[in-house]
């Protein structure tokens, strides 16, 4: 009922950049936080960034001054600008989303199905 489409990766060459996209969709009372997380092969999945509905930020420290996380309330879309590209930001990255369904309901983490980026040197 509620789904999280992810849209924007690829390949690029280190020193490029993507745009990251993920639109939610369904029965939605209101989202809370959202944010990208990112797992590379053989690793623990991380977080990239995240942003409140109120518009508060968290990076991981990695991608502090390459990455920027956007959203727009209006269109439940959560954006992630990656520049400066580097090899090791190579993996799958997945968008999240806190999402009351209805107004008694409790809020929920839900998650996309991913998208690659990879990174080439």
């Known amino acids: 009922q509620v789904q999280l489409v992810e849209s924007g990766g690829g390949l690029v060459q280190a020193g490029g950049s993507l745009r990251l996209s993920c639109v939610v969709s369904?029965?939605?009372?209101?989202?809370?936080?959202m944010g990208w997380y990112r797992q590379a092969p053989g690793n623990q999945r991380e977080l990239v960034a995240t942003i409140t509905s109120a518009g508060k930020i968290n990076y991981q420290d990695s991608v502090k001054g390459r990455f920027t996380i956007s959203r727009d309330n209006t269109k439940n879309t959560v954006f992630l600008q990656m520049n400066s590209l580097k090899p090791e930001d190579t993996a799958v990255y997945y968008c999240s989303a806190g999402i009351r369904q209805h107004v008694s309901a409790a809020t929920l983490p839900y998650w996309g199905q991913g998208t690659q980026v990879t990174v080439s040197s």
């Open positions: 369904g029965r939605i009372f209101s989202i809370s936080s």
